[in-house]
């Protein structure tokens, strides 16, 4: 189907639901609710990035794992697993929608020391009983498989071959956005610049072309931003920009086999990108940035990342950086884990915020689940609701251990 230009102007001055963020996660809720045979009401998403340049998405290593601590989590991947092999049946059998490639190289774990050895077994025990395939490994099972490793120090390693690795995220977000514009939601290139809300409801956005549009729901799906579009209806969120570094590198000597997403006990990751290869760390001096930098200190590679690399994978001494970016986390300041619910108080108004690390492989669920509290008040498919705003209410951290 041809789709007419976005503009910058709605057609109507009042709609259903109003999503503000129009990158992965708010167009994986447009999809959802206008895919959602109970729900005919109307969806206006506003985005001010049409580009898409400056959001987490646009930075994202696009990787999934079912390595959690917490059941939930391990489902939420399950399910984002089961959508994207199925993707195009889902999202009504388009024969353009190609398939979406997901390499499963799986994540390796590597503890060096036995709290975190055992923080691994722990999880395990939560995901074998999922159904994942995740397996401890010991330092000689991983040599035995990955020789290219250094192991000194490591004393047991976690490695899930299955329904883990790269997938194609991008071509995912790229479908939700066009089938929710063919199933009649609206995007606008515009800036959500204030909130209106009367009592314990929201009930307008003001655009910043001046525009002021009726909202019967407004859900927050602006990535970084989450705070300033909760503080224009006068509500908090802990949700703060901080930086996380990527860079593509190529080694002079090929290991010639897969490198899993390796979680080094230093924070750095290393992972097989194709042909090349993937790392990154948060900085060690962590702080919330300003939602427009994206500077790069290049001390992070020199000093932090090349040296642990170098080191887990000796054949790493030698390698070319072939191009490096910051993009932003939206940093869940409580528990880095998804909040998705309406505020406790102001119930029209629906959070999808906070995800850390780990939006992009949960967009599937996420976009399900907001859906659900829209056209039922409830989740359906999986409860969610321990992700939910109450906590953030009243303090009481979502305790998910494997945190990257
Ligand atoms: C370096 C890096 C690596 C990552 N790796 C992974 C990974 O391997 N696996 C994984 O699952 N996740 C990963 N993530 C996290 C994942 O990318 C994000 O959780 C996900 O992309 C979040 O999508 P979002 O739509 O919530 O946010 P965003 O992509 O930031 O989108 C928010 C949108 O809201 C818009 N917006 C904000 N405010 C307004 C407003 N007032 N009016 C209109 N529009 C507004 C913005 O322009 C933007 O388009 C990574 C993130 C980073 C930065």
């Given at each position: 189907m041809k789709l007419a230009p976005i503009v910058s102007e709605p057609k109507s001055p009042s709609y259903d639901v109003v999503i503000v963020g129009g990158a992965m996660i708010g167009s994986s809720v447009a999809w959802f609710l206008s895919a959602n045979p109970d729900f005919d009401g109307r969806i206006l998403v506003v985005e001010r990035d049409p580009s898409y340049e400056f959001t987490s998405t646009s930075h994202t290593n696009s990787c999934t794992r079912l390595q959690f601590s917490n059941e939930i989590n391990v489902r939420i991947s399950q399910f984002n697993a089961e959508f994207l092999r199925n993707f195009r049946e889902h999202l009504g059998g388009d024969p353009d929608i190609p398939d979406i490639h997901l390499h499963e190289f799986g994540y390796m774990y590597l503890a060096d020391s036995e709290k975190f050895a055992d923080i691994l077994r722990e999880s395990h025990a939560v995901q074998v009983a999922c159904g994942a395939q995740t397996r401890l490994m010991t330092p000689d099972e991983i040599a035995a498989e990955y020789?290219?490793?250094?192991?000194?120090?490591?004393v047991l390693g976690s490695h899930n071959p299955k329904d883990e690795g790269y997938f194609d995220g991008n071509t995912m977000f790229t479908w939700y956005r066009k089938k929710a514009r063919e199933n009649g939601v609206e995007y606008v290139t515009?800036?959500?610049?204030a909130i209106g809300r009367t009592g314990n409801r929201v009930d307008s956005v003001t655009l910043k072309s001046g525009e002021v549009i009726q909202a019967g729901i407004i859900i927050n799906a602006s990535g970084p931003r989450a705070a300033l579009t909760a503080q224009m209806a006068g509500l908090d969120v802990p949700v703060e920009p901080r930086k996380r570094y990527t860079y593509i590198f190529k080694p002079e000597?090929?290991?010639?086999q897969d490198l899993p997403l390796t979680i080094d006990p230093t924070g750095v990751t290393m992972r097989t990108d194709g042909v090349n290869f993937m790392c990154g760390c948060p900085p060690d001096d962590d702080p919330a940035v300003d939602h427009d930098d994206f500077t790069i200190d290049h001390s992070v590679w020199e000093e932090k990342i090349w040296p642990a690399l170098a080191t887990r994978v000796p054949a790493f001494e030698a390698v070319k950086v072939l191009n490096g970016w910051v993009g932003h986390y939206s940093f869940n300041v409580l528990d880095q884990n998804a909040i998705i619910g309406p505020h406790t108080e102001v119930g029209n108004f629906i959070f999808v915020n906070g995800f850390s690390g780990h939006g992009f492989q949960q967009s599937a669920a996420m976009g399900r689940g907001a859906s659900e509290l829209v056209a039922y008040g409830e989740f359906r498919g999986l409860d969610l609701s321990p992700l939910g705003y109450e906590r953030i209410a009243t303090g009481t951290p979502f305790l998910e251990k494997a945190v990257i």
């Open positions: 020789p290219f490793y250094n192991l000194d120090g490591i515009n800036e959500v610049v000597k090929p290991l010639g």
